[in-house]
């Protein structure tokens, strides 16, 4: 069959489905009504469970929004429960591990550490396990059990008073992936007619998405084709850690690095902090936060100048005029880098036959959108696009990918507020208002699975199903390929959870509101084509040939060659922050796992707790060395954490990964570390709405001595040079 667009699968589905046994089929049935045992909590048949053996079932990774198909591993386990006041001991199928799919195009068989640790969610002690009810005050996560009928009569009676006041201001929060939840969310507010769900994340991507559409009229995120490149660029964009598809790109850059016998390529990583991929590259040119767009003006000028543009004549006239215009020794000081490091860089990328741009925004600055629109012309400039090796449309999915991100805006004058797999009062900075919003909303329901920060500002949580417990339709973030990663079913539900499809439908029905669900088999079948939908939801989803797409119109988007605003005074704060999404904990959804609690910090090697970056010369005037407690201090708040003193951190610029701080998020995760989203200034990308994440100045402060703070490796290279 034909491989992922990295490389060949070394799996045909015949094999696949060999593997998957008759279990996955049995499963599948077992759902509609074949009897299990009395005791038996999970839907695969207790006749099955052979000892000592193995089975494996489609599912879908939902630790971000890349969309990778995964498959669980389920052997025979035991748990010890109480039937009729004894204990007693229970044979039961249990999820042992996860992997990725080896049919699904974006993790080809593979899986990230966040993936892995899906199945402790499944099995979390702090789960909740049934709707509950405010008990105490707003924020304090006080909460009573209820019964579903009476949760939802109260939360039908008020969305109906809400509706009839005024349905505008019934607000809807939601992920960003698209999914069949993301289209039961969109049919339950048009039913409602209230505005369409917002997105309320900032791992979504929407400046990249935004860029692609201006430039290209594409509707998605481009897909970069990595694997097939000679020379990359890479500018503002973490693709081997926290951006985009993780996985996909990984795999990608296995393909660019070793997968051709004859071709090694060659990354060179222009960022504002030494990042996985910048670790990687063969060259890291740090640049200041903010100064990208600088960066590809001046990259553009040199590529004219140099007679090394050889699409030059495609380039819009406006675009054109802007890396004319760039005087390069100036905008390359801005970035703080030396002309000559850049200009052969530029050149290389110039003369190479498989030049590529990927440009994004990992940390998102103000200009942001205009970086990513001139790293677009360069690439149309070098001619790739839509070539091996370039820039490649994303497919035309069957669900698009939300578009509005303006939860602030939105939350201003919410009177209900509906969340789900959102957590809004932890991502957003408390100058925002975001706590103060969900205060002031007359009523505030939370779908979660666990109580976090912003299910404790609730007055109903109605719980969804756990994503190994759910039937699920995912369409991939990175894909030129028409497709979706799909699963059904396998386990019952642990407890008395419900998927928030069924909670919408029972909701809309007690208000006598016309309202259509959503199903997996809806989706998938006008896309199985000669499959059907039973085969498709056994290989684990459906994923179409690519289909070269058509030269897009190349249209005159202009961008603007200036720095990025930064909030606070220079002088009070002259260090400038940037949060960034941390490998292990993403945007924060990952630190209730131990098992992501316990996975060493790739820059740091901390566990159960975030340091502070501080470059050197910072440390030193500040008498700090690593696991000292410093203050980070902004115009809006202040944070304590642990400092670590890192080798490679641009000198006046302070890191923190985010993961940490959260108020309420289980007993590994609740008042644990620092949130360095808290201190932030209420600052948005102006195209997007999406929260500025490197726009603030901070100043930091020693506090005190080491405590509370572990490394997993021995002191760096550096430090033991400098014992010895």
């Known amino acids: 069959m034909a491989g992922p667009e990295g490389g060949p699968i070394n799996m045909d589905r015949r094999v696949f489905f060999r593997i998957l046994s008759a279990t996955s089929a049995g499963a599948l ?84 550490a966040r993936g892995q640790a899906v199945v402790q969610a499944l099995y979390h002690p702090d789960r909740l396990r049934g709707p509950m009810q405010r008990s105490g005050d707003r924020g304090s996560g006080q909460f009573a059990a209820t019964s579903w009928d009476a949760a939802i009569a109260s939360a039908s009676e008020k969305i109906a008073k809400a509706r009839a006041a005024d349905p505008g201001k019934i607000v809807i ?237 939105a939350l201003a004058h919410a009177q209900v507020v509906l969340i789900d797999g959102a957590n809004p009062a932890y991502l957003f900075p408390k100058s925002s208002g975001m706590e103060d919003a969900l205060k002031r909303a007359e009523t505030v329901i939370s779908f979660g699975s666990f109580l976090d920060d912003s299910s404790a500002w609730a007055d109903l949580i109605l719980p969804d199903h756990d994503a190994l417990e759910s039937e699920m339709a995912v369409v991939p973030a990175v894909s030129t390929r028409v497709g979706m990663a799909a699963a059904t079913p396998f386990i019952r539900p642990l407890y008395d959870t419900r998927a928030v499809e069924r909670t919408l439908a029972e909701i809309a029905e007690k208000m006598q509101v016309s309202y259509d669900g959503v199903s997996v088999r809806e989706v998938i079948e006008p896309l199985a084509g000669e499959l059907t939908v039973d085969d498709v939801l056994h290989q684990g989803g459906f994923w179409d040939d690519a289909v070269a797409a058509p030269a897009p119109h190349i249209a005159d988007a202009k961008f603007e060659v200036a720095s990025s605003a930064m909030a606070g005074d220079a002088a009070q704060f002259p260090l400038e922050f940037q949060p960034y999404a941390s490998l292990q904990h993403h945007d924060g959804s990952g630190s209730s796992l131990p098992w992501m609690q316990e996975l060493p910090d790739p820059v740091s090697s901390s566990i159960w707790g975030l340091p502070v970056e501080l470059d050197p010369k910072t440390a030193a005037a500040l008498r700090v060395a690593n696991g ?97």
């Open 29 to 112: 049935t077992t759902g509609c009504g074949t009897s299990v045992g009395k005791l038996m909590p999970l839907l695969v048949p207790e006749r099955e469970l052979v000892p000592g053996e193995e089975q494996w079932h489609p599912a879908v990774c939902t630790s971000c929004s890349a969309g990778c198909g995964t498959i669980a591993r389920i052997m025979e386990g035991e748990r010890v429960t109480t039937d009729e006041g004894e204990q007693v001991r229970e044979r039961v199928a249990a999820v042992k591990k996860m992997e990725g799919n080896p049919l699904d195009p974006i993790s080809g068989g593979r899986l990230c």
């Open 173 to 409: 929060l939601s992920s960003g992936a698209a999914s069949t939840r993301s289209l039961a969310l969109d049919r339950f507010a048009m039913a409602l007619k209230a505005p369409a769900p917002i997105a309320c994340s900032i791992t979504d991507h929407p400046v990249e998405r935004k860029a692609a559409q201006m430039v290209f009229g594409w509707v998605g995120q481009p897909v970069y084709d990595l694997a097939n490149a000679q020379f990359v660029l890479g500018v503002g964009a973490d693709f081997l850690g926290g951006w985009a598809s993780p996985v996909y790109y990984a795999r990608q850059y296995g393909a660019f690095r070793q997968g051709r016998p004859e071709v090694r390529g060659r990354l060179v990583q222009a960022e504002s902090r030494l990042s996985i991929t910048a670790s990687a590259a063969d060259r890291w040119l740090p640049l200041r936060p903010g100064t990208e767009p600088q960066f590809l003006a001046a990259a553009g000028r040199i590529l004219l100048d140099s007679k090394l543009a050889r699409n030059a004549k495609d380039i819009p006239k406006a675009a054109a005029d802007a890396f004319r215009a760039a005087d390069v020794k100036t905008l390359l000081a801005a970035c703080g880098l030396d002309d000559k490091r850049v200009r052969e860089a530029v050149r290389q990328l110039g003369e190479s036959p498989g030049p590529l741009v990927i440009g994004g925004a990992s940390v998102v600055h103000g200009n942001s959108f205009d970086a990513v629109i001139a790293s677009h012309y360069i690439n149309v400039m070098l001619g790739n696009i839509g070539k091996p090796g370039g820039i490649l449309a994303p497919a035309k999915q069957a669900i698009a990918p939300p578009e509005n991100y303006r939860v602030a805006e």
């Open 628 to 724: 000292d407690i410093v203050r980070v201090e902004s115009a809006h708040g202040s944070i304590d954490a642990p400092a670590y003193v890192h080798p490679g951190a641009i000198p006046g610029v302070v890191s923190m990964p985010i993961g940490d701080g959260h108020t309420h998020y289980g007993r590994y995760a609740s008042a644990r570390g620092a949130n360095p989203l808290s201190i932030l200034a209420p600052a948005y990308e102006k195209s997007t709405g999406a929260l500025v994440m490197g726009g603030t100045r901070v100043k930091v402060s020693r506090v005190g001595d080491r405590r509370q703070w572990i490394q997993f490796s021995t002191p760096d290279r550096e430090e033991r040079d400098i014992h010895r």
